[in-house]
């Protein structure tokens, strides 16, 4: 039950990957071409935009940051710069002071011209005090405890109350204010101011109000519109609180703001912080959509060159499959009428060049195929031809055969045993080589054959034949046919003389695996130029008699053993004629019918 399990899970889990493999593995062209190119295009997109995106982020990231920290610290330094003149004018207003000893000597004068004296001195050395800074806007005195300034050098408003200046930084006796409306009546400046609490030697406790014009609204929008973006300065006490900020839709006045760190995100705004030589904190805002702004830029630049490029892929794709599958189509066609046996040639012009190469070599293969049936039938043809010549030529050998046989019954009835010995060797040699003897050639036979041959040779001639044949297994494998008798007619008929010696040996080469077959003679031999032209392949008119016979042994070891086979011809005028014959040795079981 089990392994039942086992085997219905393994083919539900092959059948799901076999449907897996259909789905996604496309066989079509067209299709690996879709693929690929929506593949190579979503690639090249996605690290295209990766890459931008990181690029314009670190950019912007850095410029906007680095110029709002610069930003930010030029205002310092211009604050820190009001707030010393500042500091330094209520050092004079101190009773240690210029302004301030003048004070002091006031209150303990009783004349009234002294006082006046001293008054109109008090007002000269203010007025001298704003003038060396043109910045310099309201500078007084102010009574606490009946509410009333004194020495203001411009005329002050009717519901000013100190009380109400937004403390930004400062100890208990000196205070630094955030930027706000000026105290004097025909002023709407924005400006900073100190206050300072002084005490005379009479024990009389005066604050000392200095005022300074300050540019910052001016610097925001210089700003802001130089970048094209809504910049905002807040001012914050040491409790976070929020003393002026320059847009109030962004924090108002009272807020709390506490930041960690010199730059960050807080809510919907980029910050950066800095802290001023006199504790004050200042922190210049920027909305996240206009420091995003350049990305979404680029986001909208990315989102149409995409589009462009999948327009331009799509119309590649069309372009390639009207390039590509139309000449496919076309060869499909012909390939499909040519299985159909039209043989016709068509010209194409696809108007790519390795298409219309293929084309034409496909045209080359039409015309070379019909070459060959061409050929074919012509060599049938002459097949045909040669089978009725060669009946018609065994019709002599036939009647030839049939008398050799009538007078070999004759010589026996008439006792004559040579002729009779004679024409039975005859007989054997002949229908050994006409091929009616359905026996596989072996070495055995050839060797016989050639005896017999030789027999009947030493009837007619005076020479010696000795044959030295080693004995073993290799007589009974199989040799090509008819390839012994030829050299030795040869050797007999052209290379001997009377009284002259042949010796054949026969023997095997076990390590080797072949025989080796030496026929050797001690005639009249050959001459180089006939020794040349027996070397040859190809028949010459030239070649007879040796030639004949060798062209012809040649043929049934090339058909017989391929290009395994060797024969050798040595032979030295007036000295006699070597063949040497080096066959491969071939078991029973490899035989090959000739």
Known sequence: MKGNRSLKAARSKKSFMSMLRQRFVFSSLRKRIMVFLTVGFTGCAVLMASVSYNAIYTMQRDKIKTSMAFDLYQQRSKLNQMYNNLLQVTQQMTPEGTVGNLMETYIYTVDTYSQRILSRDISYNIGLITFSNPAMELVMYYNPASGQASYSNLPLRGDFKLQSLPNVAGMEELKYQSPHKSLCRFSDDLVVSVTREVRFSDGTQLVVYVEARTDIPADMNSLSASLNMPYALVFTNTAGVVTYSSNPSAFGNGEQLLLNGESGTTGEYVWNRTTGDYGYSMTLLLPVSSFNHELYTWKNHMLWILAIALLMMFTITLLLRRLINRPFRLIEKEMRTFGKGYMGTRQYHTGIDEFDRLFDQFNMMKRQIQQLIMDVEQKEKRRHQLEIEKLAYQINPHFLMNTLNSVRWLAAMHKQEEIEKFVSSLIILLNYNLGKSEETATFRSEIQIMRTYLELQ?????????????????????????????????????????????????????????????????????????????????????????????????????????????????????????????????????????
Not at 464 to 470: K, R, S
Not at 518 to 534: C, M, P, V
Not at 548 to 567: C, D, H, K, N, P
């Open 458 to 594: 030493q009837m007619r001639h005076d020479f010696e034949v000795n044959l030295n044949i080693a004995e073993g297994a290799y007589l009974d494998s199989p040799v090509a046919r008819f390839i012994l008798q030829p050299i030795v007619e040869n050797a007999v008929c052209h290379g001997l003389d009377d009284n002259g010696r042949l010796e054949i040996i026969v023997s095997p080469d076990e390590t080797a695996q072949l025989v080796r077959i030496i026929i050797r003679d001690d005639g009249k031999g050959l001459s180089r130029e006939t020794l040349a032209l027996l070397q040859r392949d190809t028949p010459d008119q030239q070649q007879t008699g040796w030639g004949i016979g060798l062209r012809y042994v040649r043929s049934m070891l090339e058909s017989f053993y391929g290009y395994q086979a060797r024969m050798a011809i040595e032979s030295t005028p007036n000295q006699g004629t070597t063949v040497t014959l080096n066959l491969p040795y071939l078991h029973p079981r490899k035989e090959r019918a000739i």
